[in-house]
């Protein structure tokens, strides 16, 4: 079964500092890898999406991730971060071509940026 | 852009009472989900429905819950006797194509669930 962990609990950063929040999976066939952000009193909602091709994907609002197959991870980052980037990010992994398989979702991650 | 839209946003209900959750997934996809997400914990998979029947379940999803398309449009979470600890945020999502497929699920604003 799959697992994700997410390493940071909370981050707290300043307006304009670069982020990087650590996604690690354990699986060992192929996956699909997700961020998915959840705003204060909103819907958890996709923030890109890692199926096949190019192991650096754009996200949006300026997001990137870049998986590592090596490395199990699929590390979220935005090199400058704004006030409205305070959320919840979740990273999450399913099993690929495999049927009946549930999106597994990591514990999260809050980020709070200062102005 | 269509939504998945959950009802109600908050239920507060008494520990052995029934309470069922609502959802109205977008209208082409053919996968439903519920998820929940114990305060201060990791979202976790409850169970996953497809064809009118249960495709896959959780642990977590014993005899007290069920889930019932009623009909074309709703999907619903019944929890029989509930308890304290089934408090959480639960969410529900569709996606068009099956878990491992090439969409990703979408999610409602979920229901908070309090049991007092």
């Known amino acids: 079964a799959q697992s994700v962990s997410q390493h940071n609990h909370h981050v707290i950063l300043s307006e304009a500092a670069s982020l990087e929040l650590g996604c690690n999976y354990s699986?060992?066939?192929?996956?699909?890898l997700f961020w998915y952000v959840q705003y204060p009193g909103q819907h958890l909602q996709l923030l890109l999406k890692?199926?096949?091709?190019?192991?650096l994907v754009k996200g949006i609002k300026g997001f990137e991730a870049e998986f590592i197959k090596s490395k199990f991870s699929f590390n979220l980052r935005k090199p400058s971060v704004q006030w409205s980037d305070t959320a919840e990010y979740f990273c999450?992994?399913?099993?690929?071509?495999?049927?009946?398989?549930?999106?597994?979702f990591g514990k999260g991650t809050t980020l709070s940026v200062s102005s | 852009e269509p939504e998945v839209t959950q009802t109600p946003s908050h239920q507060v209900t008494q520990m052995g009472q029934e309470v069922i959750l609502r959802c109205v997934p977008i209208?082409?996809?053919?996968?439903f989900y519920w998820y929940r997400q114990i305060l201060g914990q990791k979202v976790e998979f409850l169970v996953s429905f497809y064809n009118n029947e249960i495709s896959e379940k959780s642990e977590i999803f014993d005899d007290q819950f069920s889930v019932e398309r009623p009909d074309g449009s709703n999907f619903t979470l019944k929890i029989r006797s509930t308890k304290l600890e089934d408090s959480a945020m639960y969410f529900c999502?569709?996606?068009?194509?099956?878990?491992?497929?090439?969409?990703?699920?979408?999610f409602g604003n979920g229901t908070r669930l309090t049991v007092t």
């Open positions: 999450a992994v399913n099993a690929k071509d495999q049927a009946g398989t549930a999106l597994i």
């Open positions: 999502a569709s996606s068009e194509s099956r878990p491992g497929g090439s969409t990703p699920l979408h």
């Open positions: 890692y199926f096949s091709g190019d192991p």
């Open positions: 209208s082409n996809h053919l996968y």
């Open positions: 699986y060992g066939g192929t996956v699909n």
